[in-house]
């Protein structure tokens, strides 16, 4: 079935700091991928979103490319602030398992000044 | 729009009571999630429902949860009996149309079973 594998956390780095959180699918056909945040004590808020191959998304900073052919989504920053420290998750839907949004396990980031 | 309102926002309950978690998507969205968040599983995907109907429920735990959607603003998750490993964040999530759109979460309920 569908499934989302992400970079193992937590992942500490200072302020300024280059960020990349690995995420890769498995997945049958054409699913939309999506990272998604979340802050202490809430729930989880869209960060960005690609919907075919070669897709980049991009919000606050943050950007990701649909990568196809090594099923990959991987985040990245160039600079990170401590208001980015947060649980990521990478999710997709509209593969194998239909309209269901599955995610993978989040990545703890904390960002030190 | 307020947004996915969950209720209880806390619940502490003794193992073997009943417990029913409350969610109301938001206005015009036309699927709607039930996750569960522990540390050690993290984010898994219970039950979810398109115009009310239930497509998957392969991630309930066992029989001991159910879930319902009466209607297109409301939704419950049961427990019934609860047991301690059951302590969890519940979080329901709702959104509108097809699988590239942006769901909406809730801010959750988090369950304690002593």
């Known amino acids: 079935g569908d499934s989302v594998t992400q970079m193992e956390g937590p992942v500490t780095l200072s302020e300024e700091a280059f960020l990349t959180i690995n995420c890769t699918y498995t997945?049958?056909?054409?699913?939309?991928l999506f990272w998604y945040v979340q802050y202490p004590g809430e729930g989880l808020q869209l960060l960005l979103k690609a919907t075919k191959a070669d897709d980049k998304g991009s919000n606050k900073g943050f950007e990701a490319t649909y990568r196809k052919e090594t099923t990959s989504f991987h985040l990245e920053k160039g600079s990170v602030q401590v208001s980015d420290s947060a649980v990521y998750f990478c999710a997709l839907s509209g593969g194998q398992a239909g309209t269901a949004l599955i995610f993978g396990k989040g990545t703890t980031l904390s960002v030190s000044s | 729009d307020a947004g996915v309102i969950q209720s209880p926002r806390h619940e502490v309950t003794e193992m073997g009571q009943e417990v029913t978690l409350r969610c109301k998507p938001i206005?015009?969205?036309?699927?709607l999630f039930w996750y569960r968040q522990t540390m050690m599983r993290g984010l898994e995907l219970l039950i979810y429902?398109?115009?009310?109907?239930?497509?998957?429920d392969s991630g309930m735990p066992e029989d001991r949860f159910s879930a319902k959607m009466p209607n297109a603003s409301f939704s419950t998750l049961k427990i019934q009996p609860s047991e301690p490993r059951d302590s969890a964040v519940y979080f329901c999530?709702?959104?509108?149309?097809?699988?590239?759109?942006?769901?909406?979460f809730g801010q959750g309920t988090r369950l304690t079973v002593v």
């Open positions: 429902f398109n115009n009310n109907v239930p497509i998957d």
């Open positions: 206005s015009g969205h036309n699927s």
């Open positions: 999530a709702s959104r509108e149309g097809q699988a590239n759109t942006e769901a909406f």
């Open positions: 997945a049958t056909g054409y699913p939309s």
